[in-house]
């Protein structure tokens, strides 16, 4: 699959390089107001250090009573007392139809609780409160299972990447996003040590998130891997299904068969949507045996693609797993139109807070 998809590393790394770029020229003021300063209110570290120093010289206290960890820690509790469940209904009254709603809703609870979906959902949440967004990553883990398991992990919303031109709700308008992944450089396989050696054709400022981490950084040697989604509008034909009226030829329904499982179709639909190439060849092959196939109409759509990044070379290129948005899913808050920026109840805390500790330190 990597060889497939229409870039080259180098044009995956040019273009990563300037978006993230970009990225942080313009998250620079939620970075230190929204996401640094709400964590340190919450955490309970709530003095600016401007007062703190002056209180210090005028010999008052420093008190510190954090009465916003408890409201914003019931908000979140709100939250999880009252999670949605999912549930499928059959459109259709019938046994069959009720039976595979059953099979559908069993499967994705199965899912949902083996993954782990509604604690990491909450936890994306509070990170919301706290700074305006929070997100989430859905990996396939190898680890247990030969064939592969659903895995949903919250990430800290310091180590994501977005494009800053969304403004739409969870970020749905994003043509791409990215997660920094803070690994220990020492547990890198032999085979991947030469991959680290940045080559410094392309700079990817690795230390605006081992800044978190400054503290361990005297003891052991931490680098960044890059999880990066990307999508493209590409060109797509759809047409209408030709074997709706060939049911009864034998011949034509076992190519039908063959042609669901080479072109992820499903010969139930009323249309089909091709990329041109792939159009041609089942065109020319439903032709061969007698079909007509009608005019296509041409449509536009997003294709998904993904990368990793490491030590300034791309060691992994796909098209995303999934087709219908990318892996990393983000929950926002309120946008601020002035501020270019999302956020969460933090912002309307912080400063009640802050006076409330002046005033206990004053009395």
Known sequence: MADTIPFTDDEILTQAAERFTEFFECSQFWRNTELLDGYSVYEGKQWLAEDEERYKEDGL???????????????????????TELTYTPRMVGNEDARFADVVENGVNYIESNAQSAFHNSMAFLDTLLCGVGFTDTIIDYNKNDRGEVVEERFFPG???????????????????AKAKIVDRHSITEEDEEEYVDTGTFSFDDQMFLNFFNILNTRISLTVVYDYQWRKLTDVLRVKNPFMTHMNDDLIMNYAAEAQRIYKINIEDGSFTFEPKMFRQFKAACESLGMEVGRPLKQKRYKYYRAVIKGGRVTERSENY?????????????????????????????????????????M
């Open 61 to 83: 206290p420093i008190i510190t009573i954090n009465k916003t960890a408890p409201v914003v820690d019931s908000i979140s509790g709100f939250e999880i007392q009252n999670r």
């Open 159 to 177: 180590f994501a990447m977005w494009d800053w031109s969304a403004r739409d709700k969870n970020l749905k308008g994003a043509n791409w996003i």
């Open 322 to 362: 999934s087709q219908q948005g990318f892996s990393i899913q983000a929950i926002t808050g309120k946008y601020s139109e002035t501020d270019q920026c999302h956020y969460g109840v933090m912002r309307a805390a912080k400063n009640p807070q802050r006076q409330y500790n002046m005033a206990m330190s004053d």
